[in-house]
C-alpha cells in the first residue's frame, strides 16, 4: 500500500481517511493527519520490506529534528549558527549512512523515504533558522510535517510555509463551508486521476518494453530499437514521476494543503539548465536555497561557480544512488550545463534555440540511459548499440524496433503528444467541463481495471 | 447541499464503486463464482471479483442471461469431470511409459545442418519467440507456431495465427490444413507452472500430443524439456523453481516413445554445474538473451532423429 497507485490504497485507506480527517475538530486535525501517516507508513511498510526495523529512524529522526529546531530559536548568534551546522550534518549524516547502508550492506537498511523525509528536515531547519517559519510550531505540526502521508515516500519537497498555509488545521481559521471542502476533494480526485492514468496505462505499459529490452540483452538490440529504448526509458521515468507527483498533490489539495509544482513541462524547455528548473522542481529548488545559494550561488567569481555547481550537481547524482552511474550521470549533466552556460548562451539566437532544443531532446535522453544501467559494461553495450560505429552487435535481430512499435507505438505516440505543454494545460484550464469530467471518470475505472489485473496477476506483466 | 453539483466527479465515482459492488455481491455466486473462491475481502474491494471475471470476457450483463449462469454451473461440473478424466488419462500414458521398454541406447541422434528444418515446425511460449527471433539459421527454414504466455492448455485453441486472409486461427486449424511437417518441436510447460499438478499437467500434454499426432501423422514429434530457471530464481520463487521443472520434465520423458515422439533434454545446453540455467544467458532469469539462443539451435543441430 506504500504507492498510491494500489487498489487498498484507492478505496480504502484514502476515503477512509478523507472521512475522519475532516469529521475530526479542526482543534486535533493536525493528530489525524499525524497518526494516519505514520498507519501509512507502518502498513506500507510490512508491504514492502515484511518488517518495521526502519521505523524507527523516521521517528528518531522528527524527535531530534523538532528538538533542535526549538534549541537553536530559543540561542542567539554564534551559538545558534553552531546549532544549525551541527543538526544538517546530523541529517545529512543520517541520510548517507543509511544510503550506503542500503547498497553496500543490505537493500532493506534504507528507511522508505528517507531521501525525501531528510531533506524536508534540513529545508525546516534553514527556513526556521532564518526566521521564514513564524511562529513556533508545535510538535503535533512538525511531526504532521514531515511524516504527512502524500508525501513521505517520494515527496514532493514542500517546504514548511507552504504546509502551515493550511487553513484546515488551524483552530479558529477554517471558515470552510461544506461546500467548499467538497470542492476541494473533487479537484484534488481530478489531479489524482490524471496522474494514475499517467502511472498506470503509461509509465508501466513503457517499463514493460524496457524490461524487454534488457531480456534481449543491450548487445543484441539494433540501433534504431536502442533509440526507442532511450526515449521509453525517458517517458517511463517522466510518466512514473509525474504521474506519482500529480497523486501526491492531488491527495494534498483534498486535505486543504496548496497544490505543489513538481513536474512543469520540463521537455519543452530551451535549455538543460531549464530543464532542471521545471523537471522535478521541489528538488531543484531545494539544491538551489540550501547548497547553491549558501555557497554564494551565482554572485560569485566565474570559478566558484562552476565550483558550485560541480558540488550540486555531485551531490544529485549521489541523492540519487550510490553506484558510479549516478555520479556519472550528474557529472555529465554538469558539463552540458557549464557548456550552456559559458558557449551556448553566448550564441546568436537561432543557433542558441536549436543547439538548446537538442541538448534537452536528444542529450537528456541519453543521459537517462546512463542514470538507468548501474553496470558499468552493460551500459558500454548499450551506447555500442546507440552509435554504432565500434562493431556490429551479437545476434541482432534488425527488424526488433518493427514488432515493438506495432505494439507499444501507440502508446508512445500518447506519450510524446503529452509532453506538449498546451495538452496538459488544456486540461487543467477546462477541468470543469462535463466533458472533460467524462472522460475522467473513463480514465479512472481504465487505470483501476489495469491496476486489478496487474496486481492480483503476476503474469499480465511478466507473462513467458 | 447538492453533491452531484459541488463534486460531480467524487459522487460519480462513489455511486458506480457502490453500484458495482452491489452487481459483483449478487453475481458472485453465479456467473462470478470461479473468480470469487480465492477472494479475502481483507485484501481487496469486492469489485475486484468483477474486474477478474470481464477481463476473461465474462460481462456483468450475462447475469440476466439464464444459459450462461447455468453454464458457469456446468463449468464446474465439467472442470471436475475434466479433472477425473485427467487423472485416468494419466494412467494411460503411464502405460504407455511402461509398455514401452525402449532403452536409450535406441536413441541415434545425429548431427545434422539446417536444412534439416526445412519442414520442421516449433511451437512454444516467449522462449520459442525468442528462438524464432535470434536464430536467422531456424528462423529461415522452419516455421513457428509460438506465442508470449502460450501454455499446453491454451496451445491448441488459441486464435493467435493468421491465415492468407488474414483471419484468426487456431494451431489446431493450422496443422490441418498445413502441408505436412517432417518434425515437429514443443517446448511448453512454463506458464502453467503454478497451475495444476504434475499429473494433470502431463495428461494434458499427452493429450495435445495425441491431436497433433492425429492431425500430423508422419511428423517426428519433438518434446523438449522445459528449460530451466537460473538459481537466482529457482531459490527466491515459490512457484517458477527447478525442483517443479525437474519433477515435470522427468514426466514429460515418459511421454515419448522412442518411434517417432522423443523426448529432448535441451538443458543440457543451458544449465550449470548444477543444473541450473547459467547466469550468464539470460539477464531476466528465466529467458535466454539473444546472444545465447545460439546454444539451443546448436543443440538441436546435434540431436536430431534422421530415418533411413
Given amino acids: 500500500m506504500i504507492s498510491f497507485s494500489n487498489i487498498t490504497f484507492i478505496f480504502r485507506f484514502l476515503p477512509a481517511f478523507l472521512i475522519l480527517f475532516y469529521v475530526t475538530p479542526v482543534k486535533f486535525r493536525t493528530w489525524t493527519l499525524l497518526l494516519g501517516s505514520l498507519i501509512f507508513y507502518v502498513v506500507g511498510s510490512i508491504d514492502s520490506v515484511g518488517n518495521l526495523n526502519m521505523f524507527p529512524a523516521l521517528l528518531g529522526a522528527v524527535v531530534v529534528n523538532y528538538l533542535f529546531a526549538r534549541a537553536v530559536r530559543s540561542v542567539e548568534g554564534k551559538k545558534k549558527k553552531a546549532l544549525l551546522a551541527l543538526i544538517v550534518i546530523f541529517d545529512a549524516a543520517t541520510l548517507v549512512t543509511f544510503k550506503l547502508l542500503g547498497q553496500f550492506v543490505d537493500g532493506s537498511l534504507i528507511p522508505i523515504g528517507i531521501s525525501f523525509y531528510t531533506f524536508k528536515m534540513i529545508s525546516f531547519q534553514a527556513d526556521s533558522y532564518n526566521g521564514k517559519i513564524d511562529s513556533k510550531p508545535l510538535f503535533k505540526d512538525v511531526a504532521a510535517y514531515f511524516c504527512m502521508f502524500p508525501q513521505v515516500v517520494s515527496g514532493p519537497i514542500m517546504r514548511y510555509s507552504d504546509y502551515s498555509d493550511n487553513l484546515e488545521l488551524i483552530p479558529g481559521a477554517s471558515k470552510s463551508s461544506k461546500e467548499e471542502i467538497f470542492a476541494n476533494i473533487e479537484d484534488g480526485l481530478k489531479y489524482f486521476i490524471v496522474g494514475l492514468a499517467m502511472k498506470v496505462l503509461l509509465a508501466d505499459h513503457y517499463a514493460m518494453l524496457w524490461k524487454e529490452i534488457g531480456t534481449i540483452g543491450y548487445e543484441s538490440i539494433s540501433t534504431p530499437f536502442a533509440w526507442i529504448g532511450a526515449v521509453t526509458y525517458s517517458l517511463q521515468l517522466f510518466y512514473d514521476f509525474w504521474g506519482y507527483s500529480l497523486m501526491s498533490s492531488g491527495i494534498a489539495v483534498m486535505l486543504g494543503f496548496p497544490f505543489v509544482v513538481n513536474f512543469d513541462h520540463p521537455y519543452s524547455s530551451a535549455s538543460v539548465s531549464e530543464f532542471y528548473r521545471r523537471w522535478h522542481a521541489t528538488l531543484g529548488s531545494w539544491f538551489r536555497d540550501y547548497i547553491y545559494i549558501p555557497m554564494g550561488g551565482s554572485r560569485v567569481s566565474a570559478v566558484r561557480i562552476v565550483l558550485n555547481l560541480l558540488v550540486v550537481w555531485l551531490v544529485t547524482g549521489f541523492w540519487h544512488g550510490v553506484t558510479l552511474n549516478f555520479i556519472l550521470w550528474g557529472l555529465i549533466l554538469f558539463v552540458i550545463i557549464m557548456c550552456e552556460r559559458f558557449v551556448v548562451f553566448k550564441l546568436p539566437g537561432v543557433l542558441k534555440a536549436i543547439v538548446g532544443r537538442f541538448n534537452v531532446l536528444v542529450l537528456i535522453p541519453l543521459t537517462w540511459v546512463i542514470f538507468a544501467i548501474s553496470n558499468a559494461e552493460m551500459l558500454l553495450n548499450y551506447f555500442k548499440r546507440l552509435f554504432p560505429f565500434f562493431g556490429a552487435g551479437i545476434a541482432v535481430n534488425n527488424n526488433d524496433y518493427i514488432k515493438n512499435l506495432g505494439i507499444y507505438g501507440g502508446l508512445l505516440a500518447v506519450g510524446l503528444v503529452l509532453l506538449i505543454p498546451h495538452v496538459f494545460k488544456f486540461f487543467e484550464n477546462h477541468r470543469k467541463n462535463p466533458l472533460i469530467m467524462i472522460c475522467l471518470f473513463v480514465l479512472f475505472w481504465f487505470s483501476v481495471y489495469s491496476l486489478t489485473n496487474s496486481a492480483g496477476n503476476p503474469f499480465m506483466y511478466f507473462a513467458f | ?308
Avoid at chain 2, 237 to 263: G, P, Q
Fill in chain 2, 1 to 308: 447541499m447538492n453533491c452531484f453539483k459541488t463534486c460531480p466527479l467524487v459522487t460519480g465515482v462513489v455511486v458506480f464503486s457502490i453500484i458495482i459492488s452491489a452487481v459483483t455481491f449478487v453475481a458472485k455466486g453465479s456467473i462470478y463464482a470461479d473468480y470469487s473462491a480465492d477472494f479475502d475481502p481483507a485484501e481487496q474491494p469486492l469489485f475486484v471479483v468483477m474486474i477478474k471475471g470481464i477481463s476473461n470476457g465474462v460481462m456483468p450483463w450475462q447475469i440476466f442471461d439464464k444459459e450462461s449462469v447455468m453454464a458457469a454451473k456446468e463449468d464446474d461440473i465439467g472442470d471436475a469431470a475434466a479433472l477425473l478424466a485427467d487423472v485416468s488419462g494419466n494412467d494411460i500414458s503411464g502405460n504407455d511409459v511402461s509398455g514401452n521398454d525402449s532403452s536409450p541406447e535406441e536413441i541415434t541422434f545425429k548431427e545434422v545442418t539446417d536444412d534439416y528444418f526445412a519442414d520442421a515446425l516449433f511451437i512454444g511460449d516467449s522462449r520459442t519467440v525468442g528462438l524464432s527471433e535470434y536464430c536467422e539459421g531456424l528462423d529461415e527454414q522452419a516455421m513457428f507456431y509460438a506465442k508470449v504466455s502460450l501454455s499446453i492448455h491454451s496451445v491448441l485453441e488459441n486464435d493467435f495465427l493468421k491465415d492468407e486472409d488474414g483471419k484468426k486461427m487456431t494451431v489446431e486449424q493450422a496443422l490441418e490444413k498445413d502441408e505436412p511437417y517432417g518434425k515437429i518441436y514443443i517446448m511448453l510447460g512454463l506458464n502453467e507452472l503454478g497451475t495444476g499438478t504434475t499429473e494433470t499437467f502431463v495428461a494434458k500434454y499427452a493429450e495435445v500430443l495425441a491431436r497433433i499426432r492425429e492431425l500430423q501423422p508422419d511428423a517426428i514429434i519433438y518434446i523438449q524439456s522445459i528449460m530451466h530457471v537460473t538459481e537466482n530464481k529457482s531459490s527466491n520463487d515459490k512457484i517458477f523453481t527447478n525442483e517443479r521443472i525437474n519433477e515435470r520434465n522427468e514426466a514429460l520423458s515418459h511421454l515419448a516413445n522412442n518411434v517417432d515422439i522423443f523426448y529432448l533434454d535441451m538443458n543440457e545446453a543451458v544449465d550449470d554445474e548444477n543444473g541450473n540455467l547459467l547466469e550468464e544467458l539470460s539477464t531476466d532469469d528465466i529467458h535466454l538473451k539473444a546472444s545465447s539462443y545460439e546454444r539451443w539451435h546448436q543443440y538441436l543441430l546435434k540431436h536430431a532423429i534422421v530415418k533411413d
